[in-house]
């Protein structure tokens, strides 16, 4: 059942300043980890881009990073929280490129990580958002 809490519980804000706070820096190492492991697997994209692979592969990883953040181990790290992932995979052929994002949220208790995996023609940009939520 929904409180329609905006905010943890006098009692509980200790404890949430401790433990229970979207620390980016914590997250940025799962997204790291589980991008690594997916591109550097995917070889055959490495040497010749395809936008359907890219497709995939974003999909893959957002996937992947999304059911870490949501396991009972990761779970821990930010209770309370509603996870978004978003990743953009893209070749790099001598452009410029700037992912941005828009959001309301509260300062205090909601925040974001990101993560880019580059290579001589490639690109992965990962970006998680957590947002309280009771």
């Given at each position: 059942?929904?409180?329609?809490?905006?905010?943890?519980?006098?009692?509980?804000r200790y404890?949430?300043?401790?433990?229970?706070?979207?620390?980016p820096s914590?997250?940025?190492?799962?997204?790291?980890?589980?991008?690594?492991?997916?591109?550097?697997?995917?070889?055959?994209?490495?040497?010749?881009?395809?936008?359907?692979?890219?497709?995939?592969?974003?999909?893959?990883?957002?996937?992947?990073?999304?059911?870490?953040?949501?396991?009972?181990?990761?779970?821990?790290?930010?209770?309370?929280?509603?996870?978004?992932?978003?990743?953009?995979?893209?070749?790099?052929?001598?452009?410029?490129?700037?992912?941005?994002?828009?959001?309301?949220?509260?300062?205090?208790?909601?925040?974001?990580?990101?993560?880019?995996?580059?290579?001589?023609?490639?690109?992965?940009?990962?970006?998680?958002?957590?947002?309280?939520?009771?």
């Amino acid at each position: 059942m929904n409180t329609y809490r905006l905010e943890p519980k006098e009692s509980e804000r200790y404890f949430y300043q401790a433990w229970g706070r979207f620390y980016p820096s914590r997250i940025r190492e799962i997204i790291k980890r589980e991008t690594d492991q997916i591109m550097q697997k995917e070889k055959d994209f490495a040497e010749k881009y395809s936008d359907e692979e890219a497709k995939r592969i974003a999909t893959e990883i957002s996937d992947q990073v999304r059911n870490v953040l949501k396991s009972t181990n990761e779970t821990a790290l930010i209770p309370r929280h509603k996870v978004i992932v978003q990743s953009v995979v893209g070749e790099k052929a001598g452009q410029g490129l700037k992912i941005t994002s828009k959001s309301l949220w509260h300062s205090e208790y909601d925040n974001s990580a990101t993560y880019t995996y580059e290579t001589d023609n490639r690109f992965c940009t990962v970006m998680v958002f957590g947002y309280y939520c009771e």
